[in-house]
């Protein structure tokens, strides 16, 4: 997952391959909320990793449920009719489907609660719900604005006497969550008689409340309804955990792998994009957004598990749509109206002013970045594309912390004026899809040349391989330290029984070519092995001279170094990077100090590590070793013509790593100063 504080999307062409998608945000929150409220131990399978399961799995700790995690499947022990642990302080983040239906559980399970999020959470209403609860008698204080979260439950006597022979009247045109939660929570008193909900005004987002209805049957509650107004709770409903259960794929994070298979075409005989976990049969509502994108002209066919999608009628068609039956989802319909001709229409999308951003407001103002034409309203949207390819501008996309804003606009980078799309504050997907990102990179095609690359040379001990470690985690892009490769692939030979010498040149050249090398989390591997001591002796560094001598073996480590040139970019560091490897990179740094400076540091060092020193003699010998490299025939140390020299004989590491973003900022079409 990137925790970058914005990502850099170059522009992408094409796209095709597999995706396979996390569980549903909305299943999950549910399922588990169910499981806690009901008899025995159910197993989650596929249950979604994020911000959101998170904070609803940490508050079902507190209030006394066992929960027992296994990668992605989890043993919830519930309640079973007990009395939660309270007093507690719930933090439930920005995750609505958290906050509202664990508020309703708790209110008629009793004890003292309060429910707290970020200040988002705050901002979301939650009045409506609040009012229906106070109907039945419960005991509930705003803590802050009347209406909004943060909220107290003032059951610590127990739950009072509720008032539920009258039916229990909720809004639903503003949230479908405030039913959701009183469908999940109000079985908790259907003793005797039957209880019965009506929902005021028009129900939005009824596809959502389907889930709930299915949900709720699988846990034992088979809740009727009238024409989706009127819902009736049997008398002596009681849940009962259905001993296992499995967490469908998401179908609104499917609809961004739908629109991508729509508005791109392959480049490698590969047929659009398959998905993988979700399918026509899906029992989420979000799975009509296939009938949206059909209608705009992608093909889409699938089965019980899967959805292929390839790219139909192009341009893309305009569509007027009610979205009432797709909320969520109908948000990928407005930047798939940038690849259509003519202009579309949104509407009946009031939810999106109350969700985790006003995201009718956030939509028009990123779309208008990209040279969009857009016209909002109360209850809609309205989107007419760039005319043109010139059209198109460059933008930094604000994403207001807002999952769905960010996968969204990633889109965009799909233009085709083949311009870049900054995604600010990428690690806000975290709340649904945290490895969106890497999900778009394994189907995403682009050239090569349009993958950037940040080359960072210079002498012995500039701290270039710390600067450059540092400036690739704070891009969010992979990180190539080219001096390991020797020392790599010296180790790797000689663990295959290769003798580092001329006889056995072909051989060590063919292993080269393929070697399985990543630097991540600081560390160097080779395939599982962490090799990061290990090529750091002494021995190695002799072993890595003798395997730079042979000729075949550096042509394969050249090739096997372009390999490293994949999305979303890359910082090289190394004595050729940006003269012989990377020699068209954008930006080119020689990071250099004195002689006496990086004496200093590497006296430091080896200091802090146990090993006795002299600055004198390191000073003499990193100077030898400067004229030895800055002289040699092949790959000598030297600036590439067009690279930026900075000296940090001065600098802390962040202020060369703050130097070389300023830099690498200023190559960018959209600047710190990218419009709000």
Not at 372 to 382: L, N, P, S, W
Request: with cysteine; net charge negative; aromatic share 6%.
């Amino acid at each position: 997952m990137y925790s970058t504080a914005f990502l850099d999307l170059p522009p992408l062409q094409a796209a095709a391959g597999e995706v396979h998608l996390p569980g549903s945000k909305s299943i999950s929150n549910r399922v588990l909320l169910l499981a806690a409220l009901s008899n025995g131990t159910t197993t989650v399978h596929d249950l979604l990793a994020s911000d959101d399961t998170r904070v609803m799995l940490d508050a079902l700790r507190q209030i006394g449920c066992t929960v027992d995690e296994a990668g992605s499947t989890m043993r919830i022990t519930g309640l079973g009719g007990r009395v939660p642990q309270s007093p507690a302080k719930l933090f439930l983040g920005n995750a609505g489907t958290a906050m509202r239906p664990l508020t309703a559980a708790l209110a008629l399970l009793g004890g003292e609660f309060e429910l707290s999020g970020v200040p988002r959470m705050h901002e979301r209403p939650i009045g409506d719900l609040i009012d229906a609860l106070r109907q039945l008698g419960c005991q509930i204080d705003y803590l802050g604005n009347d209406g909004y979260p943060p909220l107290r439950i003032a059951h610590g006597q127990g739950v009072p006497a509720l008032a539920v022979a009258e039916p229990i009247r909720v809004r639903g045109d503003v949230s479908s969550q405030f039913l959701t939660a009183l469908l999940m929570a109000l079985p908790l008193a259907a003793g005797t008689q039957a209880i019965v909900i009506e929902v005021v005004g028009e129900l939005i987002s009824k596809p959502y409340i389907a889930i709930t209805l299915q949900l709720l049957a699988r846990f034992g509650i088979v809740v009727e309804h009238q024409n989706w107004q009127r819902f009736t709770i049997p008398a002596g409903s009681r849940y009962q955990s259905p001993g296992s259960i499995h967490v469908e794929a998401d179908a609104s994070s499917a609809s961004y792998f739908i629109a991508l298979g729509a508005i791109t075409s392959s480049t490698s005989g590969q047929k659009g994009i398959k998905i993988q976990g979700v399918g026509l049969d899906s029992i989420q509502g979000d799975i009509r957004f296939v009938e949206a994108a059909r209608a705009m002209g992608a093909v889409v066919t699938g089965g019980p598990n899967w959805l292929q999608i390839e790219r139909g009628a192009w341009p893309l068609k305009a569509i007027d749509l009610d979205c009432n039956h797709i909320p969520d989802a109908a948000m990928t319909l407005a930047v798939m109206a940038l690849y259509a001709q003519g202009t579309t229409t949104l509407t009946n999308i009031a939810s999106w002013r109350v969700k985790e951003t006003d995201r009718i407001a956030a939509m028009a103002t990123e779309l208008r970045k990209l040279g969009a034409t857009v016209e909002e309203g109360a209850d809609y949207i309205r989107v007419t594309p760039p005319a043109q390819p010139a059209d198109w501008k460059a933008a930094s996309i604000h994403t207001y912390d807002d999952h769905r804003v960010a996968m969204c606009f990633s889109l965009a980078a799909f233009n085709p004026a083949r311009l870049p799309v900054r995604i600010e504050d990428p690690k806000c997907v975290a709340k649904t899809f945290p490895d969106y990102f890497e999900a778009l990179f394994s189907v995403a095609q682009v050239e090569t040349a349009h993958i950037p690359v940040i080359c960072i040379d210079g002498p012995t001990a500039s701290g270039k391989g710390t600067v450059a470690a540092a400036v690739a985690q704070r891009l969010g892009y992979r990180f190539l330290d080219s001096g390991a490769m020797y020392r790599i692939t010296a180790l790797a030979a000689l663990r295959a029984g290769l003798a580092i010498d001329a006889d056995h040149e072909a051989r060590i050249a063919t292993l080269a070519q393929t070697l399985p090398v990543r630097f991540e989390g600081g560390k160097v591997w080779l395939g599982s092995d962490d090799v990061t001591e290990a090529i750091r002796t002494e021995e190695a560094g002799m072993n890595a001279s003798r395997v730079s001598a042979l000729p075949a073996v550096r042509t394969a480590l050249v090739d096997l170094q372009h390999s490293f040139q994949r999305l979303p970019g890359l910082v090289a560091d190394g004595r050729d990077m940006g003269t012989v490897i990377f020699p068209e990179a954008p930006l080119k740094v020689y990071l250099t100090a004195s002689a006496a400076c990086r004496a200093e540091r590497r006296y430091k060092q080896l200091i802090s590590k146990g090993f006795s020193a002299s600055i004198d003699d390191l000073r003499a010998d990193l100077e030898a070793r400067d004229a030895r490299d800055s002289s040699r025939n092949v790959a000598p140390l030297k600036p590439a013509q067009d690279a930026l020299v900075l000296d940090n004989s001065d600098l802390t590491i962040e202020q060369a790593v703050e130097q070389v973003l300023a830099w690498w900022q200023e190559r960018q079409p959209f600047a710190a100063s990218a419009q709000r």
